[in-house]
């Protein structure tokens, strides 16, 4: 099977950083994503890494180290509307495979 | 460019009845990828379908099939619902190119089976 881990919850304050933790052992690997999803809705695509390194995009930007089998998404200047789900995924040839999402909540 | 639409959005099923979900595909998107997500956890994949053909199948039962149209749209069908098929059913599209294929999600159709 697949295993990818990510914490459940998380909790910052707004205009704060926070980093999510993604580590994964699947039996593949062909780059790994990160979903942003509100409750209720569809995932939202906001990174994906297949090159070990930071890529950066506004607020947000993603790691990935292939040989520690680790990546993290990193949000700054936190608003609420950050509150969501935050989905890791890797990619398996033609499926992605999820975690379990982690939650964030943003306090004023 | 229309985005990935399902319907229906919500559908209350009995246990043993049967349900057809439906997804239309991004606009020039060839694949049509199909997820479960249960209530706090991540979409589990069911299967893929490219060109009208089913591409590849998660760990789920024969009882979960679809099709794939010559427009791309698509179709999951559930026979002999169960209780813990209850769940948001993802459908997502994508392009099959190299590189990043990145797959566009629909909004989901919420399942409940009583």
């Known amino acids: 099977g697949q295993n990818i881990d990510q914490p459940t919850e998380m909790t910052a304050t707004e205009g704060a950083i926070v980093q999510i933790n993604c580590t994964y052992q699947?039996?593949?690997?062909?780059?790994l994503f990160w979903y942003q999803q509100h409750a209720g809705e569809a995932p939202t695509f906001l990174s994906y890494n297949v090159l070990d390194g930071l890529e950066e995009k506004g607020r947000f930007s993603s790691f990935l180290s292939r040989s520690k089998g680790y990546s993290y998404l990193l949000l700054k200047e936190l608003q609420m509307k950050d509150s969501a789900s935050y989905l890791c995924a890797v990619k398996l040839d033609y499926k992605l495979s999820f975690g379990a999402g982690t939650t964030v909540t943003v306090r004023a | 460019e229309t985005g990935v639409t399902q319907s229906p959005t919500h559908l209350i099923k009995t246990r043993g009845q049967q349900v057809t979900l439906r997804c239309s595909s991004q606009s020039g998107h060839n694949t049509v990828s199909w997820y479960q997500q249960a209530l706090g956890q991540g979409p589990q994949f069911i299967f893929q379908?490219?060109?009208?053909?089913?591409?590849g199948r998660g760990n789920f039962p024969p009882r979960f099939s679809g099709l794939q149209f010559p427009n791309y749209s698509s179709e999951l069908n559930v026979n002999a619902l169960e209780l813990d098929d209850s769940a948001l059913y993802l459908c997502?599209?994508?392009?099959?190119?190299?590189?990043?294929?990145?797959?566009?999600f629909g909004p989901g159709t919420r399942l409940t089976v009583t």
């Open positions: 699947t039996s593949g690997f062909n780059g």
């Open positions: 997502a599209s994508s392009l099959v190119l190299a590189g990043v294929n990145e797959q566009y």
């Open positions: 379908y490219y060109r009208e053909e089913e591409n």
